[in-house]
């Protein structure tokens, strides 16, 4: 079975600043993890998968994040955070290709002027 | 591509009556849809898996009797409430994974919220 920790579910940063936000993993087999973001009343919108290719992710809104098997993590980070990064973040795993998504508990980013 | 819609957006009915939500994939053909239910402030929680023309697999503790799946075509699931109860009312939202993107990637519909009064 698999399952995500997500710590803190509320962080703040301020607007130019670093965001960090954390997601550890638990699979029997090797991952394919992902991050979603969910702004109010609105479904969920892809940043970012990792799927035993690349560690290092690239995904959209200047989003990345790094798959690190030793520490079981996939902390999502983006350099600069603006104003509209305001959202619910989510991170989930599947153990396959077909297998379903076990999601977080998510993590509420709030930006600061 | 790969856009999934959802009707209606936000509903209420009386406690008592049923309620249709439906789910379309619009540009693809989905092999896999999936209902999750969202309550306020908290992560999705995955209610059942539906594969076209075969009976929907549901979650355990999800009632199968009060939550109907069916997914007649490529393009619609539906999901219906019955006999709905103030407890139901919550954000209901679907995915889909077919013949678009990864074979393991779902898209994320905008979301039903339904209130139950």
């Known amino acids: 079975a698999q399952s995500v920790t997500q710590l803190g579910s509320h962080v703040s940063v301020s607007e130019g600043a670093l965001v960090l936000l954390r997601c550890n993993y638990s699979?029997?087999?090797?991952?394919?993890l992902f991050w979603y973001v969910q702004y109010p009343n609105q479904g969920l919108q892809l940043l970012l998968k990792y799927t035993s290719a690349a560690t290092l992710v690239k995904g959209i809104n200047g989003f990345e994040a790094e798959f690190k098997k030793s520490e079981t993590s996939f902390h999502l980070t983006k350099p600069s955070a603006h104003m509209s990064d305001a959202a619910e973040y989510f991170c989930?795993?599947?153990?396959?290709?077909?297998?379903?998504?076990?999601f977080g508990t998510g993590t509420r980013l709030t930006i600061i002027p | 591509g790969a856009v999934v819609s959802q009707h209606p957006s936000w509903v209420i009915c009386k406690s008592g009556t049923s309620v249709k939500i439906e789910c379309r994939s619009l540009d693809f053909q989905a092999t896999t849809m999936f209902w999750y239910r969202q309550f306020p402030k908290q992560s999705l929680m995955l209610m059942a898996t539906?594969?076209?023309?075969?009976?929907?697999?549901?979650e355990q503790g999800v009632e199968k009797d009060k939550f109907l799946i069916n997914h007649a075509s490529l393009t619609l699931s539906t999901l219906t409430v019955t006999s709905a109860h103030p407890e139901d009312s919550s954000f209901y939202i679907c995915?889909?994974?077919?013949?678009?993107?990864?074979?393991?990637?779902?898209?994320f519909g905008p979301g039903t919220r339904l209130t139950v009064t």
């Open positions: 995915s889909a994974r077919g013949t678009v993107g990864a074979s393991y990637e779902q898209y």
């Open positions: 699979s029997s087999v090797p991952p394919y």
């Open positions: 539906s594969n076209e023309g075969s009976k929907a697999t549901y």
């Open positions: 989930a795993v599947s153990g396959s290709r077909n297998e379903k998504l076990t």
